[in-house]
């Protein structure tokens, strides 16, 4: 797995290399917003993640998932962690929390 500084480099390298769809946490789901798409946690992996924290603000802790759909669609999801991430269900907290417990 590579290395990044920052949120923006990693980013820009993930979409470099084909992730370049942007999704969201949205209940159940990671939605994409731009192909009107909708994704459970079992339709995903988690093929890298990476973690950055703020020096002096924790509202600047984030975590980058670089997803993969099974039908092959690749993009990345940004998300706050702490007392700043984003609400979603259960099921979805889970998925992405096996990959966060690793990042620590």
Same mark, same amino acid.
Not at 6 to 24: I, K, M, P
Not at 28 to 53: A, H, K, M, T
């Given at each position: 797995?590579? %290395? ?6 990693? %980013? *820009?390298?993930? *979409? ?5 769809? *942007? ?21 995903? =992996? ?12 924790? &509202?600047?802790? &984030?975590?980058?998932? &670089? ?21 979603? %269900? &259960?099921?979805?907290? =889970? ?10």
């Amino acid at each position: 797995m590579a %290395t990044y500084d920052t949120l923006s480099q990693a %980013t *820009n390298d993930l *979409n470099r290399r084909g992730f370049t769809l *942007n999704f969201n946490p949205k209940g159940d789901y990671i939605e994409c917003q731009s192909l009107g798409l909708l994704l459970r946690p079992q339709e995903f =992996e988690i093929v890298e993640f990476y973690r950055f924290e703020g020096m002096s603000d924790p &509202a600047d802790n &984030a975590i980058v998932y &670089a997803i993969q759909s099974h039908e092959g669609l690749k993009g990345v999801l940004v998300n706050a962690y702490g007392m700043y991430a984003d609400e979603m %269900t &259960a099921e979805l907290v =889970e998925k992405l929390k096996v990959h966060h417990e690793f990042a620590k």
